[in-house]
């Protein structure tokens, strides 16, 4: 499973992004998985930002709640987390990571990074 982010860009304050995550080696589209945004600050540790699974089930860590959505288009190939009112606090290298061995009823979280096996390589946003 490969997984390269894209979108991330220097903006101002109040502005969005769209982060993409573009998923080959992998048949996403005919399987169960649990997809996730986490966002790391050199000097801090890594914080899960949002997560989706197979399903359409969705969550958000308290920070992107009501500014940041997580999507998938429909082929499931391509991962985006719409980033809009944003803040210098979001400023980090965002990165998609990829459990393609979820299935339905377990947890799909940002809260366990743990369970995700794949990482892209990252994506800069900075906000000022």
Known sequence: VQLVESGGDSVQAGGS???SC????????YTEYCMGWFRHVPGEEREGVAAIDSHGGTAYADSATGRFTISQDNAKVTFYLQMNSLKPE????????????WTYGAVCSYTR??????WGQG???TVS
Not at 22 to 29: E, L, M
Not at 95 to 100: F, S, T
């Open 22 to 29: 573009a998923v080959s080696g992998y048949t996403v589209s």
């Open 123 to 125: 994506t800069q946003v």
């Open 90 to 101: 979001d400023t980090a290298m965002y990165y998609c990571a990829a459990n393609p061995f």
């Open 113 to 118: 990074p743990a369970d995700f096996g794949y």
């Open 17 to 19: 992004l769209r982060l």
